[in-house]
């Protein structure tokens, strides 16, 4: 259990940069068909679907669990 909490923690520590990218790019991909950016519950809808698009591990299998979790936080955070 104790390698698991170290390798999801190290993982995480890996990809911040990565998730700093993605939000980034989920915020700029939130704009509706006339090019003005969404607001409100589409804007939240849009980045939960690019985050949850983009929420792969290094290996290129789908997140789980924790490590999901923080990435879909810091992802729709938009930083």
Known sequence: M???CLAVS???LAA???VAQE???CVAKAVSKDGKALAGAA???SMKKC???SAVG???KKL???AKTSFMKKCQAGT
Request: overall charge positive; hydrophobic content about 45%.
């Open 58 to 60: 290094k290996d290129g």
């Open 2 to 4: 104790m390698r698991l």
């Open 10 to 12: 190290l993982s995480l």
């Open 51 to 53: 985050c949850e698009v």
């Open 64 to 66: 789980a669990g924790a």
């Open 43 to 45: 804007k939240a809808s």
């Open 23 to 25: 939000g980034a790019a």
């Open 16 to 18: 911040g940069p990565v």
